[in-house]
C-alpha cells in the first residue's frame, strides 16, 4: 500500500504525558497536514508543512507541535496532555496544493 | 471568516430514494469545494471535488455560487452509501491556502 500511512492506531496514555504521532505521506507529496477529529470540535485543521517547512498554521494548542523531516515523514508530539485532547489525529498528504489524501487515523485516548 | 456548514447531523433514506446532503459555505475568495466520504472505521476519502464535474458512485454535486452552496446528491441511494460524509473547502489565498475546512459531517444511513 503506497497511501499514506500513520502509527501508531491506538494510543492510551494519561494527563500530562507526551505522545508522538508519526506520519508517512504518499511517494512523492511533499506536504503533509496534520487534522484532529473530535466529537465537540469536528475536524479541524492543525498544521501544514511542505518539503520540510511549516507553510500554515491552523488550531493548533502551544503544547502541540510537529515537524516534516528530510524523508518527508511528520510526527505530531503532544504534549502535557488533557483529557480534551482524546480525538482521532489524521494525517494527510498532496503533491502540493492539490487533493489530499489521509491516513487511517491515530486514535489518542487521555486517561 | 471561511466555514462550512452541514445543517443534517443525520440523514436516513430508503434504499433507492433519492438523497440530498446539504452543504453551505462562506469564503471571501474563490474556493474549491470537496465531498469526503468517511465508512464506519475507514479513512477518509475523496468522493468530489467541484472542478471536476463529474459523478463518482453516482453521486453529483454542483457549486452554486449565489447560494454559496454545493450540495451533494444521489437519485437513488444504496446501503452501501451508508458513510459519514463531510463537505470541505480549501483556502485559495495566504493562511487559508491549501487548508482544508470542514463541514461537521452528515451521516447518512440507507435502509433496505
Known sequence: ?111 | AQRVTQPEKLLSVFKGAPVELKCNYSYSGSPELFWYVQYSRQRLQLLLRHISRESIKGFTADLNKGETSFHLKKPFAQEEDSAMYYCALKGDRGSTLGRLYFGRGTQLTVWP
Open chain 1, 1 to 111: 500500500d503506497s497511501g499514506v500511512t500513520q502509527t501508531p492506531k491506538h494510543l492510551i496514555t494519561a494527563t500530562g504525558q507526551r505522545v508522538t504521532l508519526r506520519c508517512s505521506p504518499r511517494s512523492g507529496d511533499l506536504s503533509v497536514y496534520w487534522y484532529q477529529q473530535s466529537l465537540d470540535q469536528g475536524l479541524q485543521f492543525l498544521i501544514q508543512y511542505y518539503n520540510g517547512e511549516e507553510r500554515a498554521k491552523g488550531n493548533i494548542l502551544e503544547r502541540f507541535s510537529a515537524q516534516q523531516f528530510p524523508d518527508l515523514h511528520s510526527e505530531l508530539n503532544l504534549s502535557s496532555l488533557e483529557l480534551g485532547d482524546s480525538a482521532l489525529y489524521f494525517c494527510a498528504s498532496s503533491p502540493y496544493n492539490n487533493e489530499q489524501f489521509f491516513g487511517p487515523g491515530t486514535r489518542l485516548t487521555v486517561l
